[in-house]
Every structure is written in structure tokens, then in C-alpha cells.
């Protein structure tokens, strides 16, 4: 199962899958719509619709250009079903009731004052301390590309109302991510889990692992993380005295992986706890390799820390795709999405194949790659058109002047395959 956001970009760059499978079972793929994130309520803000209305659109969009593209799914799930909701409040109060797992904090965050309501990190605007760059958000500064807080921006901004937000005391749930680094390490570094050989570390890729014993090892470590923020967009916290806020959506998003796979389950007769539960479970996530740490380090210690499920046994995450020398930019407006690659060639026969062909042909596996109209045209001429295209002329030449229209049977010496 996966997951995209409401950009669905022509490179493999917001798709996060998971592969559970049982030996003895078929392997079902899926993948989903995350509908939680602060992004969907700006931009319904700015499109003057609710979130759901975008949530909708987006989902409904996505969905029908993977199937254009002929990229098929066991199923294809959303955050906003109820059935996650459900089960990512049941997972936050299992860690409640483990003890030790999540922890109750005050802290200080922005609030604007004409809006009454916290700012999540999104919603803020300000100064770069990096680069200067004036619209770095409370998160990220999309220019330098430098990770931030809101307490780091230089003359911050409410995107509510525009005005100066003020201080103010909130409190929030903390996951006890500091306590996982220990076991994480031995895990990455030796596929060793709980003293048993979980998974073979030399079958997962140098810079999946690279990536995540940097994060393990440099500077302070893991620190806790808090899985709530005021919002009113999201999965409520069904924790006592915690109304009006709901949970972070980097901690419910991959509780979308054991949610779509009950609804895959019910949809098809199976038991969904197959393919969660028990040692014969294989859980792959295909991601892009800026989700490497939240399905490396972040959600397989969620998983252990609620104790009943199964941690992936790869991630064979991708690297990026670039287009035409720069990174991909939904804000720059740098790139093509995959819709607007099917409207902009709705009359080209193939368009599909063509566009598949140039992804699989130039796959990011273990470096950046570019996407380039030229290469697209030649990969396109010269590997399907003339390579293939002719390959498959020769043998209907063939097969007619020789065989009057009909394929023979192969032979292994002089024996036909059907006489085996
Ligand atoms: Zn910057």
C-alpha cells in the first residue's frame, strides 16, 4: 500500500507503497491518498472550497491516473475512511495504555490572535535564518532546502490573517522516539531484531542505510516527536483533555498501511492480520528517498513500540527523478504531473507505454536521475519504434513467409515443448 499526497508528480517522488505478503498468500499491493496534511487546508483556503472538496477532487484525480497509466493496485485506500481513522486512534491509545511510549508536554507555540487558533508550522511564513529567503515556511525553507521550526523564522507571519502571531502555552502527545535508537541500529546495521535474524541487510540498498545511520548517529540523535498539533483538519486524539486537537498526520499517515490492508481484506474474504502479524510476514515499502527515515526509523518504531505488528523487511527506495536539470517544484511551478501528461498528449497512441517506458528506462535506483523531452523522444524512436517495433515486424515477416501465419512450436532438439 501507498500513499500520495495531492500531487501526484510524473517522477515516482510521493508514492510510498507497502508490500505486505505471507508466503502462502498472494501478495497484494496497495496504495492511498494522505489527506491530512496542512498543505490541503491552505490550498482550500486559497481555492475558497473545504478540505474535503479538495481531499475529493484530489483522491478521485489521482486514482484515475494511475489507472490511465495502466499502474494497478489491489487496492487503492484514503486516509479519510473512517476505518483509518478508527484504527489510527486505536494504535495511539494502545501506546497510552503500553506505558512509556508517548508522553504529555507543554510547550510554546504560535496562536493568531484574530483566527483563535494554534498555527500549525505551515501556516507560518517568515524569514530564512539559512538563506534570507523571505517566505521560508515554519518546516522548510523551499529555497535552501534547510529543515526549521517555526521559532527559527525572522519576523514570522499567520497565513491566516497575515498579522504577527503571539506566544502561548498548548499542550501535545510526544512519542518516545529517543527510547527506539538503540534496537534501530542493531536492526539497520545487522537485520537483527529482538535476537533473531530478521531480514539480510546486505539485500537493502547503500544509501537507504547510509541515510539512516546518519540520522541515528549525528548530533543529538532521535528525539521524541510530537503526534498532535491544534488543528481543526484530521484524525481527533482520543485522549482524554485533548479536544480540538487531532494527530500529527507524519504519525497517522503509515498507520494508512495497516488500515487499507483491513479494508483490502474484508473487500476480498482474507485476514488482514496475515499480512501484519507473525514471522512469515514481508512488508516492503516503495518509497522515494525522502521518506527513507519515516519508514526506516519513525514508523517501524511505531510498530514495535505497539508490539503486536511486523516491521518491513526492505525499503528499496528510489532516488530522485529531476526534470530537465532541476528538481521537480509544485510551488515553482518546475515540472509536469501526470495528468497533465495525459491531457497534454491525449491524442498521441501509446502515450501510456511511451511515458512508462521513459520511467522504468531512466529509474532513480541508486542515483538521481533527469527527465528530458529529448531523451523522452529518443527513448521513445529509438528503443520502442525501431528496437522493438522492428523486432516484432521481423517475426510477423517471418512467421508468414515461413509458417503460413501460424507461430510453430518450439523445439528443445528435436523434440516439441508440447511432447515433454
Ligand atoms: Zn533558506
Same mark, same amino acid.
Given at each position: ?26 501478495? /497484494? ?23 474535503? $472538496? ?6 478521485? +484525480?489521482?486514482?484515475?491516473?494511475? $489507472?490511465? @497509466? ?15 481513522? =478508527?484504527?489510527?486512534q486505536a494504535f495511539s491509545l494502545k501506546l497510552i495504555e ?7 508536554? +507543554?510547550? $510554546? ?5 484574530? !483566527?483563535?487558533?494554534? +498555527?500549525?508550522?505551515? #501556516? ?28 527559527? @523564522?525572522?519576523?514570522? &507571519? ?6 504577527? /502571531? ?7 502527545? #510526544? ?11 542493531? *536492526? ?31 548530533? =543529538?540523535? @532521535? ?15 482520543p ?10 498526520? *507524519? ?23 496475515? !499480512? ?55 510551488? &515553482?511551478?518546475?515540472?509536469? $504531473? ?13 502515450? =501510456? ?9 531512466? +529509474?532513480?535506483? %541508486? ?22 517495433? %522492428? ?8 512467421? %508468414?513467409?515461413?509458417?503460413?501465419? %501460424? ?14
Amino acid at each position: 500500500m501507498g500513499r500520495s499526497t495531492s500531487d501526484t508528480w510524473l517522477g515516482p517522488t510521493r508514492h510510498l507503497c507497502a508490500l505486505p505478503s505471507v508466503a502462502s498468500a498472494a501478495m /497484494p499491493f496497495i496504495c492511498g491518498s494522505d489527506e491530512h496534511g496542512a498543505a490541503i487546508t491552505i490550498r482550500a483556503k486559497k481555492e475558497g472550497i473545504s478540505p474535503q $472538496e479538495i481531499i475529493d477532487k484530489y483522491h478521485a +484525480l489521482n486514482k484515475q491516473t494511475f $489507472e490511465q @497509466l495502466g499502474i494497478s493496485f489491489d487496492h487503492y485506500d484514503r486516509t479519510s475512511a473512517p476505518l483509518h481513522h =478508527e484504527t489510527a486512534q486505536a494504535f495511539s491509545l494502545k501506546l497510552i495504555e503500553k506505558g512509556g511510549e508517548l508522553e504529555e508536554r +507543554l510547550s $510554546e507555540q504560535y496562536f493568531d490572535e484574530e !483566527y483563535q487558533q494554534f +498555527l500549525a508550522d505551515r #501556516y507560518i511564513m517568515g524569514e530564512c535564518p539559512n538563506c534570507a529567503n523571505p517566505e521560508a515556511y515554519g518546516d522548510q525553507c523551499e529555497k535552501c532546502g534547510a529543515t526549521l521550526s517555526p521559532m527559527e @523564522l525572522k519576523n514570522p &507571519k499567520s497565513m491566516l490573517s497575515g498579522a504577527t /502571531p503571539v506566544l502561548r502555552e498548548t499542550s501535545h502527545w #510526544y512519542f518516545r522516539l529517543d527510547k527506539h535508537g538503540d534496537w534501530l541500529r542493531e *536492526w539497520i546495521k545487522t537485520g537483527v531484531l529482538d535476537g533473531h535474524q530478521h531480514h539480510d541487510p546486505a539485500t537493502w540498498k547503500k544509501h537507504v542505510v547510509g541515510q539512516c545511520l546518519s540520522w541515528l548517529d549525528d548530533g =543529538e540523535g @532521535l528525539q521524541p516527536r510530537s503526534i498532535t498539533r491544534d488543528l481543526d483538519w484530521g484524525i481527533p486524539v482520543p485522549m482524554p483533555g485533548a479536544e480540538g486537537k487531532v494527530l500529527y498526520v *507524519w504519525f497517522d499517515a503509515p498507520i494508512g498501511y495497516i488500515s487499507s490492508t483491513k479494508q483490502w481484506a474484508a473487500d476480498n474474504g482474507k485476514n488482514w492480520e496475515d !499480512y501484519w502479524k507473525g514471522d512469515n510476514v514481508e512488508l516492503i515499502h516503495f518509497i522515494g528517498k525522502d521518506n527513507i527515515v519515516f519508514h526506516c526509523i519513525v514508523f517501524p518504531a511505531m510498530l514495535k513500540a505497539h508490539g503486536d505488528y511486523a516491521l518491513p523487511v526492505n525499503v528499496p527506495a528510489n532516488q530522485f527523478l529531476n526534470f530537465e536539470g532541476r528538481k521537480f517544484s509544485k510551488s &515553482k511551478g518546475w515540472g509536469i $504531473e501526470q495528468h497533465e501528461y495525459l491531457e497534454e498528449f491525449a491524442n498521441f497512441p501509446n502515450k =501510456e507505454d511511451a511515458l512508462r517506458w521513459a520511467l522504468i528506462r531512466n +529509474l532513480p535506483e %541508486n542515483k538521481d536521475a533527469d527527465f528530458k523531452w529529448d531523451e523522452f523522444v529518443d527513448f521513445y524512436d529509438k528503443d520502442l519504434a525501431d528496437k522493438l517495433g %522492428n523486432f516484432i515486424n521481423r517475426v510477423i515477416v517471418l512467421t %508468414n513467409n515461413y509458417f503460413d501465419g %501460424n507461430v510453430p512450436m518450439p523445439f528443445i532438439g528435436n523434440r516439441r515443448i508440447a511432447d515433454f
